[in-house]
């Protein structure tokens, strides 16, 4: 929550110092309101067995199941830089987008892998005129499997030492792969991540534009010595070393796919390098998937258990730790951003969701204390308590 407030107050006051103090400020407000409301708050347990429960969900939107393949070319280590973009319709900005890439000014060879999942509007045939008059782009045709699916289908065929994702709607400037590869080289890290600028489209024109710079402030509340948790998990405006790539893909057929960021990604980061200046325009329009995400009456939104279900299947896969990073993780997604997503549900729903979650954190609650912020404490206290009500308070809370 006070990430949120950071970024709204920064919309008017264009100075970071002033936003992280207002935000703590609204942050504090809305705590006193919190605790009023906490003491007013009856218990409310749930009686739903997990049996049910998992019924109820599968009866209102069952699990895709789907699970992706691991394949990847052999690296070319005269490529720095593999850039996937994938392309589903949307001409304009995608002509926009990929002369963005191709003016980049660098030192660093890098190839433009396009992936064509299924477009209709002729986009496709501009796509094959770029191959022809460039040698370092790659166009792949597929049919539809979704963004995931055609990142996917990117990787597998990426040769570059690193990875980097821009999306087709979007924009990069022209110096952002000599920034990200600049900071990655110099100290080798795993990931090396830039600001990005949130501009609002309206009837198509621009309504405002943000850059979303991270304070130095730690606003989302790690406290484990996990610093690259307190960054967004955003496919783009990061430059990846291919290496993390090779056991974790996105989820075909799921939404939020790009959870696996957040969830797989940053556990394997040694390294990483944080670039505080915008390099990536991001735009937010009405056609952008993220809409129909959030909106809390889709049934398809029980997909963020259905996806927490696949990466905990993946994150012990690959024989990373189940660590304090991990539980608080797991925590985060169970409230936060799972709950959030299916408030408008039928109660009963919510319920269901609530029981499977709660037998996630039983699961895998460490022996040892984990130092978690003051809200993911109470959001745990519900969930051992089997107290929904509490639960419900915390998760639009944080």
């Known amino acids: 929550m006070i990430y949120g407030f950071y970024f709204r107050f920064l919309k008017y006051t264009h100075n970071r110092w002033i936003s992280v103090a207002l935000s703590y400020c609204a942050r504090f407000l809305f705590f006193v309101r919190f605790q009023v409301k906490r003491l007013f708050l009856k218990n409310e347990l749930v009686s739903l067995d997990i049996q049910e429960a998992k019924r109820i969900l599968h009866e ?5 199941q789907k699970r992706p393949e691991y394949r990847m070319s052999i690296r070319d280590e005269t490529i720095d830089l593999s850039v996937i973009v994938p392309v589903y319709n949307q001409k304009e900005m995608t002509m926009r987008c990929i002369r963005s890439i191709l003016d980049q000014k660098t030192k660093y060879s890098y190839e433009l892998i396009l992936v064509d999942d299924g477009s209709t509007d002729g986009v496709q045939e501009e796509l094959d005129q770029f191959k022809e008059n460039y040698g370092n782009v790659i166009v792949i045709h597929q049919r539809n499997a979704g963004i995931g699916g055609a990142r996917n289908t990117g990787v597998e065929n990426a040769h570059g030492r690193y990875i980097m994702f821009v999306d087709c709607d979007d924009s990069i ?16 890290a795993d990931i090396a991540m830039c600001a990005h600028s949130l501009i609002k489209i309206r009837d198509g024109k621009v309504v405002s534009n ?3 710079i991270n304070p130095q402030l ?4 790690y406290k484990n010595g996990d610093e690259i948790m307190n960054y967004e998990g955003l496919p783009w405006g990061k430059v990846y070393r ?9 989820f075909p057929g799921y939404w939020y796919e790009d959870s ?35 909106n809390k009456r889709r049934v398809k939104t029980i997909d963020s258990y259905w996806i927490l279900l696949a990466i905990i299947e993946r994150y012990e896969e690959l024989s990373l730790p ?6 608080t993780m797991l925590l985060e997604h169970v409230s936060t951003y799972y709950y959030t997503m299916i408030a408008g ?18 699961k895998y609650k460490p022996c040892e204390k984990v130092k978690l912020p003051y809200m993911l404490r109470l959001t745990e206290k519900a969930i051992i308590n089997n107290d929904i009500a509490l639960w419900k308070l915390c998760s639009v809370n944080q």
Not at 242 to 250: D, P
Request: charged fraction near 20%; proline fraction near 6%; glycine fraction near 4%.
């Open 60 to 64: 209102v939107s069952p699990d895709p």
């Open 173 to 188: 400037h022209d110096d952002i792969i000599e920034a990200l590869m600049n900071k990655a080289v110099s100290v080798n």
């Open 260 to 294: 696996i960021i957040h969830a797989l990604i940053f556990p394997q980061c040694k390294t990483f390098s944080y670039l505080p200046e915008v390099k990536y325009d991001y735009y937010w329009h009405e056609t952008n998937f993220s809409h129909v995400q959030n």
């Open 242 to 250: 291919r290496e993390l790539w090779e056991g974790v893909r996105f």
């Open 345 to 362: 549900l039928p109660e009963r729903v919510v319920q269901a969701m609530f029981v499977v979650g709660r037998e996630l954190i039983m």
């Open 218 to 221: 730690n606003l989302l509340g």
């Open 210 to 212: 943000l850059p979303n």
């Open 322 to 327: 189940r660590n304090a990073m991990f539980y």
